[in-house]
């Protein structure tokens, strides 16, 4: 196995050379960190990160979680995070790929299998060690990066067939809840769904609930379990994420403030403080200054 994750190591390494970016193959990017990072907040998933040299540590909700190579990590849904990267002991930095779920395709290909319940109380994420199986499918995949011009024909089939070994790994039940429509976590997604599109806008807690066919009480117990948070949480994060990436891009801090939703610049200021352990100019001006854009969801 550790020459597999090595041989994709090296493909990622010889074509990439930025932080976290896209590949030409669909739904596939990558990460690569050099130093020990600082704990850092940010919203992690929806999709699967499989880390091939140095750690990951993650924090959702009280969970703690370490995530060496080898290891993947899936998310149903985008999910509130405090992240760390590590490069190895001998100093070579961390590099991980990501998969967003194409549940069209995941669709497809449960349709073909046996038939699977949902577990009575199944988990938004999951962490999963990597078999040879499933190694060897994400290496296949990820080696269309050499041949760009055999993407269009074979990517779709090598996507198929790491679904099909991610369903046979730990991460089986996360999978199978991208597609199913019933069950508390499939209502609580149409709710997320909703406050991801509406990050700007008040939460009606009584209408979030009424989306996902729940009591209020019901509806933030099952809202918690999922995200590891409550949902006025949920969209300040969400709110301050987006804000993030604005002051990346050039916007001052009254106007990222109020194109996230917030009235007040001095509240939108203590919270993003209090997130991103500094001021919104500080920390616009250090990645302007850096070139570090906001980190990608997910790896």
């Known amino acids: 196995?550790?020459?597999?994750?090595?041989?994709?190591?090296?493909?990622?390494?010889?074509?990439?050379?930025?932080?976290?970016?896209?590949?030409?193959?669909?739904?596939?990017?990558?990460?690569?960190?050099r130093g020990v990072g600082d704990p850092e907040n940010t919203m992690c998933g929806p999709g699967i990160c499989l880390v091939l040299q140095g750690t990951k540590q993650l924090v959702i909700g009280n969970q703690a979680l370490q995530q060496d190579a080898g290891r993947s990590f899936a998310s149903l849904v985008e999910?509130?995070?405090t992240r760390c990267l590590f490069e190895t002991a001998s100093r070579e930095p961390?590099?991980?790929?990501?998969?967003?779920?194409?549940?069209?395709?995941?669709?497809?290909?449960?349709?073909?299998?046996?038939?699977?319940?949902?577990?009575?109380?199944?988990?938004?994420?999951?962490?999963?060690?990597?078999?040879?199986e499933l190694l060897q499918a994400?290496?296949?995949?990820?080696?269309?990066?050499?041949?760009?011009d055999d993407i269009a024909a074979l990517a779709r089939p090598r996507e198929r067939e790491l679904l099909y070994r991610l369903l046979q790994s730990g991460h089986g039940g996360v999978l199978r809840q991208?597609?199913?429509?019933?069950?508390?976590?499939?209502?609580?997604?149409?709710?997320?769904?909703?406050?991801?599109?509406?990050?700007?806008?008040?939460?009606?807690?009584?209408?979030?609930?009424?989306?996902?066919?729940?009591?209020?009480?019901?509806?933030?117990?099952?809202?918690?379990?999922?995200?590891?948070t409550s949902p006025l949480q949920y969209q300040k994060a969400l709110r301050l994420q987006a804000a993030r990436q604005l002051l990346f891009?050039?916007?001052?801090?009254?106007?990222?403030?109020?194109?996230?939703?917030y009235e007040s610049v001095s509240q939108f200021s203590r919270e993003y403080a209090r997130?991103?352990?500094?001021?919104?100019?500080?920390?616009?001006?250090?990645?302007?200054?850096?070139?570090?854009?906001?980190?990608v969801p997910m790896i």
Request: net charge neutral; aromatic share 6%.
């Open 94 to 132: 961390y590099v991980a790929v990501g998969l967003t779920v194409d549940a069209v395709l995941l669709g497809e290909l449960l349709a073909d299998l046996p038939p699977s319940s949902p577990h009575s109380e199944p988990s938004s994420f999951s962490m999963a060690d990597g078999t040879p």
């Open 138 to 148: 994400w290496s296949q995949h990820l080696a269309l990066v050499d041949a760009p």
């Open 249 to 261: 891009k050039g916007n001052d801090v009254t106007r990222a403030a109020q194109a996230v939703g």
């Open 275 to 295: 997130r991103f352990n500094c001021s919104p100019k500080q920390d616009a001006l250090r990645m302007r200054e850096e070139r570090v854009e906001p980190p």
């Open 79 to 81: 999910l509130p995070a």
């Open 1 to 33: 196995m550790q020459n597999l994750l090595e041989r994709m190591r090296d493909r990622v390494l010889s074509h990439f050379a930025g932080s976290q970016m896209a590949t030409p193959i669909p739904r596939v990017s990558v990460a690569i960190s």
């Open 178 to 228: 991208f597609v199913w429509e019933e069950g508390g976590l499939a209502q609580i997604r149409k709710a997320v769904t909703w406050m991801r599109g509406h990050f700007d806008q008040s939460v009606p807690i009584g209408a979030l609930a009424e989306m996902a066919a729940m009591s209020v009480p019901s509806f933030n117990r099952h809202f918690k379990a999922a995200t590891a």
